[in-house]
């Protein structure tokens, strides 16, 4: 079932504990445009089925990345990408959007997600993985 934008971003607000609606939007922009240079094929056009149409076009259109990103480095290219911020903040930014992208997947698509990713993204989803 696909989130509706005001529920998508009223999580990541709650979760980020931004004070407007627009930081969220901000940060689930970015987020999802890294995101989305790492994933392929089915498991990207499936999560993507589950985002509210702009955010879907996000990830479907993402920024090009020369290669994955270690979890350490995807956050420090989220704070490069949102004006401002740390990598702390950028850390906190990363937590929001994903554990809502993960909560609006299943657990069979999250493990496919979780396998297009380098080792280590389980954390950022908030889904820690038994090793």
Same mark, same amino acid.
């Given at each position: 079932m696909t989130l509706r934008r005001e529920a998508f971003l009223d999580h990541v607000r709650e979760r980020g504990e931004y004070g407007t609606v627009e930081e969220a939007g901000r940060a689930a !922009? #970015? &987020? *999802?445009? %890294? *995101? +989305?240079?790492? =994933? &392929?094929? @089915? #498991? !990207?056009?499936q999560l993507a089925a589950l985002l509210p149409e702009d955010f879907a076009l996000i990830l479907l259109n993402p920024l090009q990345s020369a290669e994955p990103l270690s979890p350490e480095r995807f956050v420090r290219?989220?704070?490069?990408? /949102? @004006? +401002?911020?740390? @990598?702390?903040?950028?850390a906190w930014d990363v937590s929001a959007v994903l554990s809502t992208v993960a909560d609006a997947?299943?657990? +069979? =698509?999250? +493990?496919? /997600? %979780? %396998?297009? %990713? $380098? &080792?280590?993204?389980? =954390? *950022?989803?908030?889904? $820690?993985?038994?090793?």
């Open positions: !922009r #970015v &987020v *999802l445009a %890294l *995101l +989305g240079a790492h =994933l &392929v094929g @089915e #498991v !990207r056009a290219a989220t704070a490069a990408w /949102i @004006e +401002g911020a740390t @990598e702390q903040t950028a997947a299943d657990d +069979g =698509l999250l +493990g496919q /997600i %979780l %396998l297009q %990713l $380098p &080792v280590g993204y389980d =954390l *950022l989803f908030g889904r $820690p993985q038994p090793t």
